[in-house]
């Protein structure tokens, strides 16, 4: 695998995800125009030149990235999961608007707290088969091997998903009275369906992507978000706010989210009958090793939204953290850019792994384009996008942004070489990786906080993203060198 820097005018065979995505002021080569460039022109010509290449030429570029997007499939995925997150959030957001209109805040924060276990349990269970099901089944033929990892994969997941929930619904009452709601029947009933729905539907939309088709993955989520919103209504209008009818909402959108992925798979897809049990436990066993790495993987990067909230609480207080859970919400916007396309990258270099390369150096320039004008924006106007929420917000969290934008480009780094090592098998360095740079952010900003106030976990994030990238240099280097001491003792065997 090389990184190394490719000619910028490939050979008409190569893929379309080799070929540079022109930047705008080189739009003009994609107009057709054919004919040399004289090497002296006039400061007229020039003029003219600057002007009909200004916004003419933009509207180009951003022509030719989208018919590329359409037929290239990498590309494609990208956008479609970065689409799923943005309108995923959006309904969220209208979602726990509308229930705090409707419904009292300890019914909204009993909620809040239940769909949190939801979410523990949903990483819990499928972050290790769904990386195992990208890597495995685009190798497998459609038909019975296709078909039995599918299938086991699926039952693990499940088993784990309602064996998890049983512990919550056993132990999360016991560690608040608030959600003693739990031991009703129905609460219990509505939290386990909900939760096993909504982690299988997550399961199958790593299917979708290992398949290249995160279409199906953004139809799901959006259609599921909106039917989450209709019901909050409904349920609330037609049989009055309580918490039961919040949590009915949140489980109906669950399993109707669930039954549409299930439709798409059929038609998109495809997917034989299970197999027999003893084929399913053979190959669950045969896979232990792989989801057991892509969990560590996937711990690595997904807990750390979750745990530095709880970081800041601790060692500041319950306003320090309002300050911060906004400003790294607002700063999610960007840094959600590279995991999507990591996510996408490996998904298309499980189909393509010998061109694995030549694939991340084009999603390099891809999240560069995407990334530069946003960073540009949030160090110049980060104050003011801030103090829509308040001066407060402005005054104490502008660094705390500016420093998570800076981060943002050692992490399109780290996140875009961990697919490439998911690629290449190389699933304990890509956990070293990704679980390294988590720890070590939790650390120093663990002793940091209390010094610099919440600026402290922009500082560890950059920190860790900018030692993650030395790994990467020092790995592909090292990998480089024993590719090249390979090449002679090949040529002496051959001899």
């Known amino acids: 695998m090389s990184l190394a820097p490719h000619s910028a005018d490939p050979p008409r065979d190569l893929p379309i995800s080799d070929v540079d995505i022109t930047h705008p002021s080189r739009a003009p080569e994609l107009t057709g125009r054919q004919q040399a460039v004289p090497s002296r022109v006039s400061a007229d010509g020039r003029c003219r030149g600057q002007h009909h290449w200004g916004w003419k030429a933009r509207i180009d570029w951003v022509r030719a990235f989208i018919d590329q997007a359409r037929s290239d499939s990498l590309i494609r995925n990208s956008v479609f999961i970065m689409a799923t997150t943005v309108v995923s959030a959006a309904f969220g957001y209208v979602f726990w608007l509308l229930a705090a209109r409707l419904y009292s805040p300890a019914i909204v924060g009993l909620t809040a707290a239940v769909t949190s276990a939801t979410t523990i349990v949903l990483l819990l269970s499928s972050l290790g088969v769904g ?11 459609k038909g019975t091997e296709w078909s039995a990892t599918f299938w086991a994969g699926m039952a693990t997941v499940t088993l784990f998903a309602v064996a998890l929930c049983g512990t919550g619904v056993a132990v999360l009452p016991l560690i608040s009275p608030e959600l003693m709601a739990l031991r009703g029947m129905g609460y219990a009933a509505v939290f386990a369906v909900g939760t096993v729905a909504w982690t299988v539907g997550a399961t199958l939309d790593y299917v979708y992507l290992a398949e290249r088709r995160a279409s199906d993955a953004f139809s799901r989520n959006s259609a599921a978000a909106a039917v989450k919103v209709l019901m909050l209504g409904l349920l609330a209008l037609a049989f009055g706010p309580d918490a039961l009818r919040l949590l009915g909402a949140w489980g109906v959108a669950a399993v109707f989210g669930l039954g549409l992925g299930v439709a798409l798979l059929v038609r998109h897809i495809g997917v034989a009958r299970p197999p027999r049990f003893s084929v399913l436990v053979r190959t669950a066993r045969g896979f232990r090793s792989r989801v057991t790495g892509h969990q560590l993987i996937g711990m690595g990067a997904a807990l750390l939204p979750y745990l530095l909230p709880l970081l800041v609480t601790a060692r500041l207080s319950a306003r320090d953290n309002a300050y911060f859970y906004t400003t790294w919400m607002l700063a999610g916007l960007f840094l959600v850019i590279a995991p999507a ?38 160090l110049v106007l980060g104050g003011t996008l801030l103090s829509a929420f308040g001066h407060a917000y402005a005054d104490h969290a502008v660094g705390l ?16 070489y961990v697919a490439v090592l998911r690629v290449e098998g190389r699933l304990t360095a890509a956990a070293s990786l990704t679980l390294g740079t988590g720890i070590g952010t939790l650390v120093i900003s663990w002793f940091l906080l209390p010094l610099i106030g919440i600026s402290a976990v922009g500082c560890a994030f950059l920190a860790m993203q900018l030692c993650g990238c030395v790994y990467v240099v020092i790995d592909w280097r090292r990998q480089r060198s024993r590719t090249q001491a390979q090449i002679p003792r090949h040529h002496q065997e051959i001899r």
Not at 131 to 141: D, H, T, V
Not at 354 to 359: F, R, S, W, Y
């Open 401 to 416: 942004l500016r420093l998570a934008a800076l981060a943002s480009i050692p992490d399109a780094v780290t996140n875009v």
């Open 341 to 378: 396309f990591s996510q996408s990258l490996f998904a298309e270099g499980m189909h393509r792994p010998e061109e694995v390369g030549a694939l991340a150096r084009s999603q390099f320039k891809i999240i560069g384009a995407i990334l530069v004008p946003g960073l540009v924006t949030i």
């Open 131 to 141: 990386g195992m099901l990208i890597q495995s089944l685009p190798r497998q033929p």
